[in-house]
């Protein structure tokens, strides 16, 4: 059944469009945990959400050569 007025309309387009950056921050970070296990890599990924300031970060690498980035970020973009 299709939405009747703007407002939900609306509604649905940003839910849409959270799913789709929700799937594509997924793939992202599927992409670089096998390009670190694949390439023998050490690989750090950090993604900020401008509109709300979550911050999500990947840390691939055995080293701890990218340990120190969380406390570091927290530290720039605390948690809302």
Request: hydrophobic share 30%; proline share 4%; glycine share 6%.
């Amino acid at each position: 059944m299709a939405p009747t007025n703007s407002s939900q309309r609306s509604s649905s387009k940003r839910r849409l469009m959270r799913q789709k950056q929700c799937r594509r921050k997924s793939n992202l970070m599927k992409k670089a945990c096998e390009y670190s296990r694949m390439c023998e890599a050490d690989v750090c990924l950090g993604i900020r959400l401008r509109e709300t300031g979550q911050v999500f970060i990947l840390s691939a690498d055995a080293s701890g050569f990218w340990g120190f980035l969380g406390s570091q970020l927290n530290s720039y973009y605390p948690a809302p």
